[in-house]
């Protein structure tokens, strides 16, 4: 009974993301709300499923995305989130699936902190921990790849108003160009290697150094995005805010 329930939960998170990716929040807001309340049933009836309780903080985070979208607060889909992501982890701690949900939560709690201004470095910390220990369950599990990937970069962000931030940025740099020899259509990979050399390529400007190297890695992965999978909304975005930056440089320093 508890495998019918999942599947269903599987059917409408899957809708869910689609909807997601083209943008449209409101229904895919919907769809996770079904998605969740299948997967809870399911876990009402078998209590010690890990894959379950990780489905369920996967859905949990999509809702927080959402929500962040929408503009509303992301607290408690972020706190069900963490909450089925250590059941997970306490019903099958061998398993990665929970220590990779438990990093993503803790990544996006982050990326929260981070653009309230607030320090997002212990949260970010805890999601590379998190990361290593869900990447040392599963080698090449390009999901974790990613989640790893996106803790450093946003921590490189951070370190720049105390450190040199580039050793981070590399770190992260290997994690992605990882994932994307492992899954070479996986378009999370593409996009967020992109963001991380602009941030790079925006750090070497304040530091009076040329950034368009940097930015044409990131215009070159993104066109790599959208020829893969030419609904992804978000690559359009960042490759029109990169060129946007590229321009720019090159009228004012020429």
Known sequence: LSEAIKLR????HAQALTQFSHGKHEDARALLGRAIGHFQHAADIS?????????LARAFMDLSEVDRLQGK?????FAQALASAERAITALPSDSSGYLERAR????????????????????N???????????RSPNDVIALDTLGNALNWRGQWEI????PEPTWQRAVEAFQKAIALAPNFPWAHND???????????????GKDPRPKFQLAMEQLKRVVAIHPTYQFAYANLAIILYDFASYCLERG
């Open 9 to 12: 939960g599987e059917i409408a």
């Open 47 to 55: 209590r010690s499923d890990g894959q379950l309780h990780a489905a």
């Open 73 to 77: 607060p992301q607290d408690e889909a």
């Open 105 to 124: 939560v803790q990544l996006f709690i982050g990326q929260g902190a981070g653009r309230k201004k607030q320090n997002p470095a212990p949260y970010l």
């Open 126 to 136: 805890q999601s590379i921990a998190s990361a290593e220990q869900a990447l040392s």
């Open 161 to 164: 108003h105390s450190i040199n």
């Open 193 to 207: 290697l992109a963001i991380c050399w602009w941030h790079h390529g925006r750090y070497l400007d304040g530091k």
